[in-house]
């Protein structure tokens, strides 16, 4: 089974600290990305990654930056958090032509204050 | 630019009864569609796919989905819902013409299965 973990479960956090989430995948997938999820607004993509030390902007990566050091890992990065980063942060992974299923992290929610 | 919609913010069906989710979706080329379920304070778990072949797909825990190209829709469906089904549920695309491109997923539809 394909398991893709992400360090916490809960974070709290102050307005301007630098945040860092951090997301693991054990099969080996070439591509990474990272989503926030709001009520209302579904899933909306930061960044994605197709390979170590490769990144996309996706849809909304204002305030955000990633790190793909390792082709398991892919870190999201919130250089000065605000109040309006509080979200649920999901990761997920797929290979690359290998099929299209992405697979999930059990997500990380982030409150600022 | 791709897009989905999902109409409804809920649905709420009786135990036993028929369910769909809908969803419609606007894509250039060809769509990849998906159908993703999300537990309570949970990830994503995917349900079922249409890549191209047979317009009705079956996916997991008896869930299935009728392509509709004319109608650009996606619709989920299960025959007899469980009071287990109640979660909240995603529809995605994304332009299968060409390299990889992101997907876009809907709003979601909590799913409500009343006992």
């Known amino acids: 089974d394909v398991k893709v973990t992400q360090s916490s479960r809960y974070l709290v956090k102050r307005t301007g600290e630098k945040v860092f989430l951090e997301c693991v995948q054990d099969m080996d997938h070439e591509n990474m990305f990272w989503y926030r999820q709001d009520p209302g607004l579904g899933l909306r993509l930061i960044y994605f990654s197709y390979d170590v030390k490769m990144k996309e902007k996706g849809d909304i990566p204002e305030g955000y930056s990633v790190s793909r050091e390792k082709k398991e890992r892919f870190s999201l990065i919130l250089e000065s958090a605000s109040t309006n980063q509080t979200s649920m942060y999901l990761c997920?992974?797929?290979?690359?032509?290998?099929?299209?299923?992405?697979?999930f992290g059990p997500g990380t929610r982030l409150l600022v204050l | 630019a791709q897009s989905v919609a999902q109409p409804e913010d809920q649905v709420n069906v009786a135990e036993g009864n028929p369910l769909t989710v809908k969803c419609t979706y606007s894509?250039?080329?060809?769509?990849?569609l998906f159908w993703y379920v999300q537990y309570p304070n949970r990830g994503l778990q995917f349900l079922l796919k249409?890549?191209?072949?047979?317009?009705l797909v079956k996916g997991s825990y008896g869930f299935e989905a009728e392509f509709n190209k004319s109608q650009t829709s996606f619709h989920l469906k299960k025959p007899s819902a469980l009071v287990s089904d109640s979660a909240l549920y995603f529809c995605a695309v994304r332009d299968g013409s060409g390299g990889y491109q992101k997907v876009t997923f809907g709003t979601g539809t909590k799913l409500q299965v009343i006992p």
């Open positions: 894509v250039s080329g060809n769509p990849y």
């Open positions: 249409y890549i191209t072949g047979d317009n």
């Open positions: 997920a992974s797929i290979p690359s032509g290998g099929g299209e299923t992405q697979y």
